[in-house]
């Protein structure tokens, strides 16, 4: 790659031909601040914080669109550069609501974090404020356009990243809004729910809805027996928000904390993703040796589910009829657990806590409900979870580790390896192999699908067969491969697919400002804990085959479909 010479704040750097200023600000550790840019995006320039001077030409350019050019002369902190952006967040603030003290997003606000940062102590300019309608129609996310500042990101990821384009800019100049087609409710549009628009929106715009009332509600009510699953990746993101290190397990002081907090009785989800490999090995296996529908597609995650019922309709027969691991654990607890308790399920109040806001829409569907009971009633994000601790008093700095409860507690590290993009992929494998060879892989361990590339395939050989397997993640991936097997494409006989990119680590309800560094310290540590414990497959787990000799019989079987599958079908919105 060749090289040249630029001048920095009159320090001589090198840069490579053709790369924006703004990266090689960030490689400099010169920090330049951004509204509308996106790593790994195609940049707009559209909101100008980015703005440095070009000493030669006199011009203020925006620095993540701007090449750098051979003995470019740059100043990234002029009284030009800072008086231009400190205008520019006037400016926003001008229409801005005044409600900084009630947002959800208060502190963490990136707006909030401008102004301090540029000084912005007293309103010298007046505009008038927005007063739209906040949608609350969503099962999931909370749109708020008054707190909306048209920097883009959100409609950009939907689009380039999630291929869902649910929303988009509306009406023209001082009228332009983010808004969905013909501005109705985010209900009635092409959402999936996948909260990759909150992750990267930086005010309180957007953000997911809240259960806490009717948790605290269930959880004071002396009728009530309130259990609580969290999903694998949870202990090793919570820490984030109590300012501990990225990928830091907490997942026993995270036990003794909910029960702190009320709940009575804490499983692990993992437990779950154990089962959910079991039936869906058993699927994948079915599958292949009967002429079923192949590519067999997963389908632990509710964000990909929606896209394929709006987007993929073609496709729904080939999707697994597995329900996800949170809905495979909250049938259990209210079928096989309130028995075993002698409980009736109307008196359980289930609650799951996850990575990903698309949980929230899952919960209330139509096919999770069965006899007028639901298997989850409420769903708390990574973030909601930490504010639940904290309004309710619990600092996970000073609490003693405890253990989770059983029978629906024990986990392999095949069901954590769930959190990474891969995992399912990975976890299926390992037992799909064991049951149609019967012996276990020599190297559990199978790199081909571990990474964070947005699309990774390989061919397994298991026995005289060879599988082809792909592990796709953020859906503008899953609609390429989608489509090359459209073409026919015959290779591949099982694909894992993730909405978020990443896999459930990087969820929507995910902590807030996470940087790449911590995203891959949440995914060492997962496969960490794989590399140093003892049972490393879900066949092993000892309270799953428990189920199976004491309710369930085998993967597959009658009670089995009634309360661990389901289906899906095609789904009409606007789009």
């Given amino acids: 790659m060749n090289t040249i010479n630029i001048k920095i704040n009159n320090k001589t750097v090198e840069a490579n031909k053709g790369e924006m200023i703004l990266d090689v600000l960030n490689r400099q550790g ?8 996106i790593k790994d995006v195609f940049p707009s320039g559209a909101c100008r914080m ?4 070009n000493v030669k030409t006199g011009k203020l350019i925006t620095s993540c669109s701007y090449p750098v050019e051979d003995n470019m002369e740059i100043l990234t902190h002029s009284q030009r550069v800072v008086d231009s952006r400190k205008t520019i967040v006037e400016l926003l603030l001008s ?31 007046s505009g008038k404020k927005n007063n739209y309608h906040i949608d609350r129609s969503s099962a999931s996310i909370v749109r708020d356009p008054d707190k909306c500042i048209l920097c883009g990101r959100c409609v950009r990821v939907c689009e380039e990243i999630m291929g869902v384009s649910a929303i988009d800019f509306i009406n023209r100049g001082s009228k332009t809004i983010v808004g969905t087609t013909f501005n109705k409710g985010l209900n009635n549009s092409s959402c999936i729910n996948c909260g990759q628009c909150i ?46 290190s990225p990928g830091e397990d907490v997942n026993g002081i995270m036990n003794a904390a909910l029960r702190r ?68 654990m909250g049938a259990v607890i209210k079928s096989y657990w309130a028995d075993k308790e002698c409980m009736s399920p109307e008196n359980i109040y289930s609650v799951a806590i996850m990575p990903c806001t698309a949980k ?9 409900t069965s006899k007028g009971i639901t298997d989850v009633d409420a769903v708390l994000t990574t973030r909601e979870l930490g504010a639940f601790l904290k309004m309710m008093g619990v600092n996970l700095h000073n609490i003693e580790p405890e253990m989770v409860d059983s029978p629906l507690g024990f986990r392999s590290t095949a069901g954590k390896l769930f959190a990474n993009s891969g995992g399912v992929m990975e976890a299926a494998l390992r037992t ?61 006989h099982f694909i894992e697919v993730m909405a978020c990119p990443g896999g459930c680590i990087n969820g929507g309800g995910q902590h807030i400002g996470a940087s790449e560094g911590a995203l891959k310290a949440r995914i060492s540590t997962i496969y960490n804990i794989d590399d140093k414990e003892v049972v490393k497959v879900s066949h092993k787990n000892p309270e799953v085959k428990q189920l199976y000799d004491n309710f369930l019989g085998e993967p597959l079987s009658h009670i089995s479909h009634e309360l661990l599958h389901t289906h899906y079908q095609k789904r009409d919105v606007l789009k």
């Fill in 199 to 244: 992750m990267v929106c930086p005010t309180g715009a957007l953000t997911e809805k809240n259960h806490f009332a009717e948790i605290r509600d269930a959880i004071q009510n002396p009728k009530r027996t309130v259990v609580v699953q969290y999903a694998p990746a949870i202990s090793v993101s919570l820490a984030e928000e109590f300012g501990m």
């Fill in 261 to 328: 907090v009320g709940f009575d009785m804490v499983f692990d989800t993992t437990f779950s993703a154990d089962l959910t490999i079991m039936e869906e090995s058993a699927e994948l296996i079915h599958r292949i040796q009967n002429g079923g529908q192949l590519p067999m597609i997963t389908s632990c995650c509710p964000g990909w589910i929606k896209y394929a019922e709006e987007f993929a309709s073609d496709f729904i027969p080939n999707i697994s009829s597995c329900k996800s691991p949170q809905q495979m």
């Fill in 95 to 125: 229409s801005h609501p005044d409600d900084c003290l009630y947002c959800v997003r208060n502190n963490h606000c990136e707006l909030q974090d401008l102004s301090a940062e540029l000084q912005v102590r007293e309103r010298r300019i």
């Fill in 30 to 37: 010169i920090k330049v601040p951004t509204l509308c840019h």
């Fill in 50 to 53: 980015c703005v440095v001077e």
């Fill in 360 to 368: 929230k829409f899952e919960a209330q569907r139509e096919e999770m």
């Fill in 432 to 492: 799909a192999y064991y049951k149609l060879t019967g012996k276990e892989l020599v190297q559990f361990r199978i790199p081909a699908v571990r990474g964070l590339e947005g699309r990774k395939e390989a061919k397994i050989k298991i026995g005289e067969m060879e599988i082809g397997v792909a592990v796709v993640s953020g859906l503008v991936n899953a609609a390429k491969l989608l489509q090359e097997i459209r073409e026919g494409r015959k290779d591949i």
